[in-house]
Every structure is written in structure tokens, then in C-alpha cells.
């Protein structure tokens, strides 16, 4: 079993928390000591809240008066309400919680059904119950209590390095297959652009956005992840990174993009990829192949099916390549023509706005001034500027601001050229210039 203890100020959203799961039909209250409970398994939030404070003195300066403790046994173990019951009130008194005020409920939410006790922690007079040594004694009650119950002992599932990915499970404990997940990912694969990242949790229906903001004045930049079907469409709510872990924060995704850099190298991957695509008759048989040799790809549609976005997952390196670093013939744009054979003029006549990133790319736009003569305006834009079909799925970004990139492996050029498309369709001619 394990037992999670948490300290906090917040006595109503603790109580909130846990009745909308019973509000839900996805818990109930088993039992309470020295607060009211009419035995309908329901409970009264307000009127919880004010049992839970007549019990709190005006004297009391403690901050955080309140915990909030989840007792989790293994999932193969099946207990009823009753010993839950027992097994909680015997948890609270083994801990010295006992004479406090507690309420227990039921969570049955996901298969591995557990209870959630909403506490005091601070006495009659005034005096807060010392949680020191809280962690090692936390410990040894639940082994006391696997033994007394005959419950499996459990405890934190470790990551190895051998341990499989899994695609999330919807009707499993979501956060914690995220939180799992976004570690392994973390730990085994290389990648260097936000969009790389979500390529990966892609294959195990997870995604990644930024979220930027401000809170009273100060900015923050964090990260949100979001659980999907296999189509990508997002079924859960957001878990914020924080709730994860430090692993999955901003801080450690970006130090992991850096640190990507220098260790990857795309020539195995370049090689693999070039050959299976001489050889194959069609884009379902490129991928086909492609998975034979443990290399997945994952392609970025517009709306008319035409290709904009191609990265390859190559599990033997442990790398992620969005096509064009391996090189100009593995870019969306060339994949597209290869595998789509679109019926379209060039891209390279339309005009090409680029976002210079670096002083090569400054120097290149500074060069793209009005000209009279179309025809030697075209041409010098086809020398000077790459179309957007020719840059394919390269990240454009500002120096370590690559974080900063949105979507499911998506980059700003990608975003623009597909927007470019949806123009072209919905006036449903080439601009004129």
C-alpha cells in the first residue's frame, strides 16, 4: 500500500475536490470521525466546512491547518467498503491523527479503487501535530498494515531502463501513465524542438503545449500535456506540468533540447530512411518498412490531404528528426511530391516571406526588395530565399526559444504554408503579382 501525505490551507477545495467525485457517482463517503455524516454516503460541503472549523481555536497560527492523505493499495487487491473503512481509521491511528477531525471517502474513479482522508492537523489548543519524520514512519505503518490486512506490498512503480511505453490507457489512472510516460520519453529519446517532443508522445497518445502567461504581474512559461485518441483529439483534462513532476517542466524539456544537439548524430537514421525509400512502391509501404527497421515517421497534413510535416522516430538511435535535417529529399515537401504527385505549379513562384533567425537569414530577407520585372523578381527570390516547399519542415526559431513552438510536431513554417494552402483553396485561384 502506499500512502500519500499532503499539507495544505485549503479545507474547502480538499472537500471540494472529493465531492465532485461523489457528485459524479465516482465516490462515496465510507465514514467520519467528529464530523456529521448522515450515512446516505453523500456529503454536505458547506456544512463539512463549518464541523471542520468549529474544531479549529481563533489562536491557532499555524498556516497550513489541514492534510489531505490518499491511501492506495495494490491493484490487485480487492477490499471492501467495510475493511476500507477499518484499514483507514487504522491508518490515522497509528500515524496519532486519531482524535482528529477526519472525513473518508471512496474514490472509484479508476480501477484501482482507493480512499482520500480530508483532516485536521491542528489541536483544541491551538497546537499543530509535528509532522517530523512523517516520511520513514509513513512507511512502516503501511507494511504494518499490508500484514494485518494480507494486502500485496506496493510501492512506487520504479522506471527502468528496459520498462516498454505503453499508449495511455483512458480507463487507467491518467495522470499517472502521463507522469510515466513524459519520464521514459524524457530519459530515452533525443530530440530538439517542441515539436520533435510531441512526435514521440505522439505514438502514445500525449501531447505537449506551451503556457505562457501573467499572475499578479509576474510571467510565467510552463508546459500543459493532454491525453488523445489515436486521431489526436484530446479526451482529458490538461495536466499542468508541475503535477507531474520537474521532469516534464519547461526547465527540463529545454535543458534536454540543448543537450540534444551534441549528442545527436542523423547519419544512421539518414541512411536507413534513404534506403527504404528507394525501395518503396508507395507512402504505406515507406512506413511499413520503415517500421520493419524500428524507425516510425509521422506526417502533418493540410486539410487536402497534401503533405506539410514529416518527422522520424528512430528507435535504434533513440533519436527524433524532423525530415528536413536528414536532408532536402526527405523534407514534407519533396515526401509530398514523391508519395502525392499534386497537380500544382511550383511553390517557388509564389512569394516567400521568411523570418529571419540568424545573420545569414537577415541578410537573405534584406535582399528581397520590390521589383518591376516579375520574371527576374522570381528568379531572384528561387536563388536568394528557399520556397516554403524547399525548406519543408525546417524549424525556424530565435536561439532557445524552440520551447516556444506550439502543436503536435508543428513549426511556424509548417503553420504558414499550410495557411498559404487554405488561401489558395478559398479563393480558388494563384495570387496575382
Not at 487504522?90 to 479503487?113: C, N, S, T, W
Not at 531502463?161 to 480507463?171: F, H, L, Q, S
Amino acid at each position: 500500500m502506499v500512502a500519500k501525505i499532503s499539507i495544505g490551507n485549503s479545507l474547502y477545495g480538499a472537500l471540494n475536490y472529493n465531492g465532485e467525485k461523489i457528485n459524479k457517482e465516482r465516490g462515496r463517503v465510507l465514514d467520519t470521525n467528529k464530523i456529521f455524516n448522515d450515512g446516505s454516503g453523500t456529503v454536505d460541503i458547506r456544512r463539512a466546512y463549518e464541523d471542520f472549523m468549529r474544531w479549529i481555536p481563533t489562536s491557532s497560527r499555524t498556516e497550513r491547518p489541514m492534510m489531505h492523505i490518499s491511501l492506495n493499495p495494490h491493484p490487485d487487491d480487492r477490499l471492501s467498503d467495510t475493511d476500507f473503512t477499518r484499514l483507514a481509521h487504522d491508518y490515522m491511528q497509528m500515524m496519532g491523527f486519531a482524535d482528529m477531525p477526519y472525513l473518508i471517502v471512496k474514490h472509484e474513479d479508476i480501477d484501482r479503487h482507493h480512499v482520500h482522508i480530508v483532516a485536521l492537523r491542528v489541536g483544541t489548543d491551538g497546537r499543530c501535530i509535528s509532522d517530523r519524520n512523517n516520511f520513514y514512519k509513513n512507511k512502516k505503518v503501511c507494511r504494518e498494515l499490508e500484514q494485518k490486512y494480507g494486502l500485496k506490498v506496493a510501492g512506487r512503480e520504479k522506471i527502468t531502463p528496459d520498462m516498454p511505453i505503453r499508449k495511455i490507457d483512458p480507463d487507467g489512472d491518467l495522470k499517472r501513465q502521463v507522469a510515466n510516460t513524459v519520464k521514459m520519453v524524457g530519459m530515452r529519446y533525443k530530440f530538439q524542438t517542441l515539436g520533435e517532443y510531441n512526435a514521440i508522445l505522439s505514438l502514445y497518445n500525449v501531447k505537449c503545449e506551451p503556457a505562457d502567461g501573467r499572475v499578479n504581474g509576474r510571467e510565467y512559461h510552463g508546459l500543459v500535456y493532454f491525453v488523445t485518441d489515436d486521431d489526436g483529439k484530446v479526451i482529458a483534462n490538461p495536466f499542468k506540468a508541475s503535477r507531474l513532476g520537474k521532469f516534464a517542466g519547461r526547465e527540463a524539456i529545454d535543458a534536454r533540447f540543448g543537450r540534444a544537439k551534441e549528442r545527436i548524430d542523423p547519419t544512421p537514421t539518414k541512411r536507413t530512411v534513404a534506403d527504404v525509400l528507394a525501395a518503396a512502391t508507395g507512402k504505406d509501404d515507406f512506413v511499413a518498412k520503415l517500421k520493419e527497421r524500428h524507425i516510425d515517421v509521422v506526417f502533418r497534413y493540410t486539410d487536402e490531404g497534401r503533405i506539410y510535416g514529416a518527422t522520424f522516430i528512430d528507435h535504434n538511435t533513440m533519436s527524433v528528426l524532423n525530415g528536413s535535417r536528414l536532408g532536402k529529399e526527405f523534407s514534407a515537401n519533396a515526401l509530398n511530391e514523391r508519395f502525392n504527385n499534386p497537380q500544382v505549379q511550383p511553390e517557388a513562384t509564389l512569394p516567400v516571406t521568411v523570418n529571419p533567425t540568424s545573420p545569414e537569414d537577415s541578410e537573405a530577407a534584406n535582399t528581397q526588395e520590390p521589383s518591376q520585372n516579375h520574371q527576374a523578381e522570381s528568379q531572384r527570390q528561387t536563388a536568394v530565399a528557399p520556397s516554403r516547399d524547399s525548406l519543408g519542415d525546417t524549424d525556424f526559431s530565435l536561439p532557445g526559444l524552440d520551447l516556444f513552438q506550439p502543436g503536435m510536431a508543428v513549426n511556424p513554417d509548417e503553420e504558414e504554408f499550410r495557411r498559404r494552402m487554405q488561401r489558395k483553396k478559398k479563393n480558388g485561384h494563384r495570387p496575382k503579382f
